[in-house]
């Protein structure tokens, strides 16, 4: 398959250090074509994802026989139409501001121990375009994808406080081993 030249870049404005449901982000796409000859921009659009890993069991229906693998979970939460049927010039680069209000979430869990490395949980954004028979985030996919700085989440977000993660981490040893210090010494 050959990949498109519609490449597909955000900027974020004022990013937060964190992003809770109801809160809005303002920002702008950049898409540049890369083609030759003029596209027509069917849609450019951004799509927000509930990215985790899940343990699935699965059932060989001839052998009867069930096993279990780690498989990556994607599911749409919402998507955000921001413009369509514009033209594109070769070589040209244009601009498209954009302002969205994030919807609820709520964290998935794996069927794991809550620290399991299988429970990647995070939400991202992808910036995409449509000038063929495909959407696309282009040709560097991770131009066109933003990983949120969410509470919970396992990844190193796009902006924000790109340490959240290991201070969550951080956090939750900690309680832990209070935990574990209180109930010795309450045991003596």
């Known amino acids: 398959m050959v990949g498109t030249k ?3 870049a955000y900027e974020i404005k004022d990013p937060p250090l964190i992003v809770k449901p109801n809160d809005e ?3 702008k796409i950049i898409i540049t074509n890369g083609e030759k000859k003029d596209k027509k921009l069917k849609s450019l659009f951004i799509e927000l994802f509930d990215m985790y890993i899940e343990l699935v069991s699965t059932k060989n229906l001839e052998t009867g026989e069930e096993t279990e693998a780690w498989r990556d979970q994607k599911k749409e939460l919402k998507q ?7 033209k594109l010039k070769s070589g040209e680069e244009k601009e498209y ?3 969205i209000k994030l919807p609820t979430w709520q964290k998935k869990k794996g069927k794991g121990k809550e620290g399991d490395i299988y429970n990647k949980w995070h939400l991202e954004l992808h910036f995409k375009q ?6 696309s985030r282009g040709s560097e996919k ?3 994808t933003c990983i949120l700085p969410v509470k919970g989440a396992k990844f190193t977000p796009s902006f924000g406080d790109v340490k959240l993660a ?7 040893k900690a309680e832990e081993k209070a935990k574990a210090s209180g109930s010795e010494s309450s045991g003596s």
């Open 97 to 99: 501001p954009f302002k």
């Open 6 to 8: 519609v490449h597909v």
């Open 142 to 144: 991770i131009d066109g």
């Open 166 to 172: 290991k201070k969550q981490e951080k956090q939750k």
């Open 25 to 27: 982000i303002e920002g």
């Open 130 to 135: 449509k000038t063929s028979m495909v959407a």
């Open 80 to 86: 955000w139409d921001i413009t369509s049927g514009e």
